[in-house]
């Protein structure tokens, strides 16, 4: 069984940074990904990589201004966020999942746990 926690979220005005983490246990998936979802909105895909060989992929919203990471080590992802929008408002959620294709990894139906959830608000 996988297990995933995120930490990291808060409160940040726009322009600002903010980091989170998802610590995951358990079976290795083959990608980690990070979405998220706004209050009244559906849930949107924000950025994943790949455990091996740590390929990454993102939604062109956050393109530039996002960096996700991995620690193989620690079990550890990471998305660094700078130059904050209050449009980044939401609760990210961090997911393992088995996506081979671009198109699937972006895809949250190809993911099977997921975690809590970390809010993340970008004041203006």
């Known amino acids: 069984q996988v297990q995933l926690v995120e930490s990291g979220g808060g409160l940040v005005q726009a322009g600002g940074s903010l980091k989170l983490s998802c610590a995951a246990s358990?079976?290795?998936?083959?990608?980690l990904g990070w979405f998220r979802q706004a209050p009244g909105k559906e849930r949107e895909f924000v950025a994943a990589?790949?455990?091996?060989?740590?390929?990454?992929y993102y939604a062109d919203s956050v393109k530039g201004r996002f960096t996700i990471s991995r620690d193989n080590a620690k079990n550890t992802a990471y998305l660094e966020m700078n130059s904050l929008k209050p449009e980044d408002t939401a609760v990210y959620y961090c997911?393992?999942?088995?996506?081979?294709?671009?198109?699937?990894?972006?895809?949250?139906?190809?993911?099977?746990?997921w975690g809590q959830g970390t809010q993340v608000t970008v004041s203006s």
């Open positions: 990589i790949r455990w091996n060989g740590g390929r990454t």
């Open positions: 358990g079976p290795r998936r083959y990608v």
């Open positions: 997911a393992a999942g088995g996506g081979v294709t671009t198109t699937q990894t972006m895809s949250g139906e190809w993911y099977d746990n």
